[in-house]
């Protein structure tokens, strides 16, 4: 996907009033943690109150949230529900991918330098335990991920497990490029998009992955630890790294769970983690979702990108702060680069002003979302003057 997407998008009006932020808190940290909107709040509040209740859980409730929130999901990708199996982290979403793509002692694994470790472990073990290379691409200077990627797969190549940018500095990746390049050698492409679903397009048929890892609590606005896995259809009849009693065929039926099967529930469901019928996070993921829906992701990217370049420019301007130039950077995401670095001072000052930024490796992150005002940005070049000059 590429930055041209977001066209289509009209920007959005701020959506401060559904969320729980003080006026004097600049929240410019989405790629860290979203706040959970107040719908989700309560939603989530009266999940966990059922368990206080549980005369009030009936067997079918194990069922009817999390189908919806899995529609809800798919619907933002381009799957179909029977895509999608629920994956409390990414790491957890990558052991499954790991644990069912054959790979040939001949070939390699490719991932980016400074990738996050969810998407870089597994395939380290998977290395260790085959005696396959593992391969990092090195940052390239010019930002071009995808040329640089392209550079590195080969016949050679048995997997390749990226993110769809960046997440120290929001560096796009073309993913269709690359599931072009995988499908042309036989590789498979396992994609951690946690730091874009949600504010990016992803379509997952057009890219033709075979897996793709979303945690649930940046972008998408959900609870922590409720995440999602898109398994290919031609993965899905797999082997999961663990065994549920859910996920197999006529679970519906309670009483019957002593007839045990050897057939599973359709689709990715049996990749689905054990207890992912959880009452209290459900709920919450479901309202979330909704919410994203409703905005649309084409509006949410042109809103973000507008607030974004706008932050970068003026970075620029005032400050000679760079960033990975707009066409290379996934829209709603910014990295700011300090010359010599990011002063040691400035996280600390910024904390101070109630303006909340993180630093991931040489870059600090500023990434805004809908319920974020021009104040906000006013207080961080505030700090900003003040930490610089
Ligand atoms: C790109 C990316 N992937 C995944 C995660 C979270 O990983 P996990 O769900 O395995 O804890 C993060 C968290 O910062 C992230 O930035």
């Not at 109630?354 to 040489?362: A, E, H, I, K, L």
């Amino acid at each position: 996907m590429t930055n041209s997407d977001s066209i289509g998008g009209s920007p959005l009006p701020s959506q401060r009033h559904l969320f729980e932020i003080p006026d004097d808190v600049a929240f410019l940290n989405c790629a860290y943690i979203s706040p959970l909107p107040k719908a989700s709040l309560i939603a989530g509040n009266q999940g966990l109150r059922r368990k206080a209740q549980p005369w009030t859980i009936a067997p079918a409730d194990f069922f009817t949230s999390s189908e919806a929130v899995r529609k809800l999901f798919a619907d933002l990708v381009n799957a179909q529900a029977d895509d999608i199996a629920f994956a409390p982290s990414v790491s957890y979403g990558m052991a499954q991918a790991a644990h069912n793509i054959p790979i040939r002692k001949t070939q390699s694994i490719v991932t980016l330098s400074e990738q996050f470790p969810s998407n870089v472990y597994p395939w380290m073990d998977l290395a260790e335990r085959t005696g396959v290379a593992f391969v990092s691409v090195p940052r390239p200077g010019d930002d071009d991920w995808t040329s640089a990627l392209l550079s590195f797969i080969d016949g050679s190549t048995g997997i390749v497990a990226v993110p769809h940018c960046h997440w120290t500095d929001g560096g796009l990746i073309d993913l269709e490029a690359i599931g072009t390049a995988c499908r042309s050698v036989g590789a498979a492409l396992c994609v951690d998009a946690t730091q874009s679903v949600g504010a990016l397009p992803l379509d997952v048929k057009r890219v033709d992955a075979d897996f793709v890892g979303v945690a649930g609590y940046k972008w998408l606005l959900g609870p922590y630890s409720l995440g999602f896995l898109y398994v290919a259809p031609r993965w899905q009849r797999g082997r999961p790294i663990e065994h549920n009693w859910i996920a197999r065929k006529d679970s519906e039926d309670f009483a019957g769970l002593v007839n045990y099967s050897h057939e599973f529930q359709g689709g990715a469901r049996r990749f689905d983690v054990g207890e992912r019928s959880n009452f209290a996070l459900m709920p919450a993921a479901e309202a979330s979702l909704k919410l994203v829906s409703g905005w649309t992701v084409p509006r949410i990217l042109e809103t973000l990108r507008l607030r974004t370049e706008a932050i970068a420019q003026r970075a620029r301007s005032e400050f000679g702060i760079t960033s990975v130039p707009a066409r290379r950077r996934a829209g709603h995401y910014l990295g700011l680069r300090f010359t010599g670095g990011i002063p040691s001072d400035l996280p600390m000052r910024l904390a101070a002003a109630n303006v909340y930024v993180s630093v991931r490796g040489q870059a600090m992150r500023v990434t805004p979302h809908l319920w974020n005002t021009d104040d906000d940005v006013e207080k961080l070049f505030a700090v900003l003057k003040t930490a610089l000059s």
